[in-house]
């Protein structure tokens, strides 16, 4: 499957036209988060490449991984409903949904800015070097799978 290419302008306009589509009382259509949790699960993935807030992973749960959940992760298959996630994905609580729309909306621009050749060969938190096309699968199916969720 072809994801929406969030290094270029386009793609990412599109993504971003989704997440205006969200109000803070949209329903979700599977899965237990509400909206504004689902956007700062969303933030967790960008906040691994941007804020370093997270630990990175070490020796054999890095090995593990890699070898379990980088092709799921970077692979062309759109993910299932209700697969379970990263703990440090897991997001509890109430949360601002205008916070979190922006911070989003943010870290794609900033993604699209940067753009695929910044990507290409850089480190990923918990997969080692990926190429420019792995970082945008990685980072347009995520966004695509939780933007369905809600019906956008």
């Given at each position: 499957m072809s994801w929406t290419n969030l290094f270029n302008t386009t793609g990412a306009q599109e993504a971003?036209?989704?997440i205006h589509a969200l109000n803070r009382d949209t329903p979700q259509l599977w899965g237990k988060m509400n909206v504004a949790q689902m956007l700062a699960h969303l933030n967790a993935a960008y906040e691994l490449v941007y804020d370093n807030k997270h630990p990175k992973p070490k020796g054999f749960q890095k090995f593990?991984?890699?070898l379990f959940a980088k092709n799921v992760v970077v692979g062309?298959?759109?993910y299932k409903?209700?697969?379970r996630?990263?703990?440090m994905f897991m997001i509890e609580g109430d949360r601002d949904f205008e916070t979190e729309k922006n911070r989003l909306i943010e870290y794609i621009n900033k993604t699209q800015q940067l753009g695929g050749?910044?990507?290409n060969g850089k480190e990923s938190?918990?997969?080692g070097p990926l190429a420019e096309g792995e970082w945008n699968t990685l980072f347009s199916k995520h966004l695509d799978h939780h933007?369905?969720?809600f019906g956008v």
């Open positions: 971003i036209s989704r593990m991984i890699k062309p298959k759109p409903k209700n697969t996630t990263a703990p050749a910044h990507f938190h918990a997969f933007l369905q969720q």
